[in-house]
């Protein structure tokens, strides 16, 4: 029988595609393990207190730093590599440097981490790994986006569409972010409280120009592959595309209200958080109105399932994300623990939650084998569950820490630490079932990737016997 189009090109890059979603799981599950002693640490500050290398700032900037890179890197590269090529409709090219490629990231992020929990780290906000690491970072990095964008050069259609706009300004817009970024602190570090503004400016845009982009381009495959209906609106994609790449990296500045910067930046920071609301509402639109025209093959469709669990993420919490923007909001809540929602909703609730539906929907494709039901949906329960609870917890919890630190009156110990105890117990129970729910996919993935060796050697008995008979 001869093979399709989609099936020579899914053939093509089957290889370093199970390379990086494999890796991807591996990350995933060291960054839950860092995230639970992390969580445990803030509830029992002595547990593994006689070990420098778990004090809980390392161990906190590592599992950002496994997370971001090692889970988010890997998965970015899967994605895209699937869906360029998809889209192209042209074979992967260059094989083995993807892999080679491959190696030295997930090398570089090892020994970045490494680094990290010795104490060799840079200041800088998702920058913490040491500089020897960086080079090797950026030449993988380089190789693996070269060869996505040789891919996407040879396409049969030159047209493009919104997923497309999205992966590809996404693997542009890193490297842009990193060299601005490490010019300004490294290179010609600039002058006095211009390196923090540098510094959270790109650990904030590195969750909305990298991270973010890819899981939206995604969202704009799947939903209408799995629906097999074109994005409600599409027109209004091109828009929201654009408000994202000129408001976004301007929009994180406003954690700097109150802060000893000029007042401009936080204004700035503001208003364009506040315009913010025009993208989100784009992508809810064009998401939210295709799905729920068909709500039980949603439900039906675990993939999909997953996706738009990440979409409603993003647009319930983005709409927070500009409410907590606002002056007379942020200066309560700014020095709380509502970062960690913020945090927590676009790499657990919005980015993850997308990510594992592609995966479950590309898999199969690539592999031609398909993963049980029941696991997936074990999967999505645990982890939609976890996610709740964990961003509910933080929500609460640093509106609480918040209002309570503005009273000067109250003892710091007895009354406001006190009060954010309990939502501390809560996450720490948050990251086990998301800890859980993670170790579930990763076994999902992986007995699909490496298939049972005494499986594959029974099918070969079997396939023996039936020529003999033949």
């Known amino acids: 029988m001869k093979e399709s189009s989609e099936q020579i090109i899914d053939k093509s890059c089957k290889v370093a595609l199970c390379f990086f979603v494999a890796s991807a799981g591996m990350w995933l599950l060291a960054a839950a393990l860092l995230a639970y002693v992390g969580a445990l640490k803030l509830t029992d500050p002595f547990f593994l207190s006689s070990y420098e ?66 104490g060799h780290m840079n200041a800088h906000e998702m920058l913490e790994m040491p500089t020897v690491v960086w080079p090797a970072l950026l030449l993988s990095y380089s190789i693996i986006s070269f060869l996505i964008l040789v891919v996407h050069s040879s396409r049969k259609v030159k047209e493009t569409i919104a997923p497309q706009w999205f992966l590809l300004a996404s693997l542009l817009w890193f490297p842009i972010l990193f060299l601005i970024a490490w010019n300004g602190l490294e290179i010609n570090p600039a002058r006095g409280t211009l390196q923090s503004v540098l510094s959270m400016w790109f650990g904030q845009n590195l969750i909305w120009l990298w991270l973010t982009p890819v899981a939206l381009g995604a969202a704009y495959y799947v939903i209408p592959s799995i629906l097999g209906r074109p994005i409600d609106k599409y027109y209004l994609a091109i828009f929201g595309f654009w408000c994202i790449a000129i408001l976004a990296p301007w929009s994180v500045v406003h954690h700097f209200e109150g802060g000893p910067v000029p007042m401009w930046i936080p204004a700035i920071g503001t208003v364009m958080s506040i315009a913010m609301i025009f993208p989100i509402a784009v992508a809810s639109t064009n998401f939210h109105s295709t799905a729920f025209e068909d709500i039980g093959k949603v439900w039906n469709s675990l993939p999909l399932r997953f996706v738009i669990f990440g979409t409603l993420s993003y647009t319930i919490s983005s709409y927070i994300g500009v409410v907590f923007s606002l002056p007379a909001v942020a200066k309560i809540t700014q020095f709380s623990i509502i970062n960690e929602f913020h945090f927590n909703q676009r790499v657990y609730g919005f980015f993850s939650m997308i990510i594992f539906g592609v995966v ?14 029941a696991a997936k949906s074990f999967h999505f329960w645990t982890s939609a569950f976890g996610v709740l609870v964990l961003l509910l917890a933080y929500l609460i919890g640093g509106l609480t820490h918040g209002v309570l630190a503005q009273q000067p009156s109250l003892e710091w110990g007895s009354s406001v630490i006190s009060s954010v105890q309990p939502y501390f ?36 008995v079997m396939d023996s016997k039936k020529e003999a008979s033949a």
């Open 53 to 118: 290398f778990f004090s809980y700032g390392k161990i906190k900037i590592a599992q950002a730093n496994a997370f971001v890179y090692g889970w988010g890197g890997n998965s970015i590269f899967a994605v895209s590599l699937w869906i360029i090529s998809r889209l192209a409709q042209a074979e992967v090219r260059g094989r083995y440097y993807l892999l080679f490629g491959g190696i030295l990231w997930n090398m570089s992020i090892t020994f970045g981490i490494l680094g990290i929990m010795d």
């Open 360 to 373: 479950y929907y590309m898999l199969p494709k690539i592999t031609g084998k398909e993963i049980g039901k």
């Open 425 to 460: 117990l809560i996450t720490k129970i948050a990251f086990i079932m998301l800890g859980f729910s993670q170790l579930v996919f990763v076994i999902n993935v992986w007995k699909v990737i490496f298939p049972n060796p005494f499986d594959l050697l029974f099918s070969k």
